[in-house]
């Protein structure tokens, strides 16, 4: 399912989650839990404002998460 996420844009371009949409409703962060990195992939853990933990995976090279 494709989701679009709104990201904080520090040093680097999409760096940390702060809402997504995965279907309708805007799902806010509300704390990164956990974050893995790979050479051309980026996963977040996050606790989002619905009570739910979700996993979003970051495609560097292609945008896509």
């Known amino acids: ?3 679009r996420v709104e990201c ?3 040093y680097r371009a ?10 309708e409703p805007r799902r806010e962060v ?4 956990a974050r893995w990195f790979a050479p051309t992939q980026r996963w ?3 606790d989002a404002d ?8 970051h495609a560097e ?3 896509e998460w």
């Open 1 to 3: 399912m494709p989701i």
């Open 8 to 10: 904080y844009a520090g």
């Open 14 to 23: 999409d760096q940390e989650p702060l809402a997504f949409w995965c279907g």
């Open 30 to 33: 509300r704390a990164s839990v």
């Open 44 to 46: 977040f853990k996050v």
């Open 50 to 57: 619905d009570g739910y933990v979700y996993v979003l995976r």
């Open 61 to 63: 090279a292609s945008g």
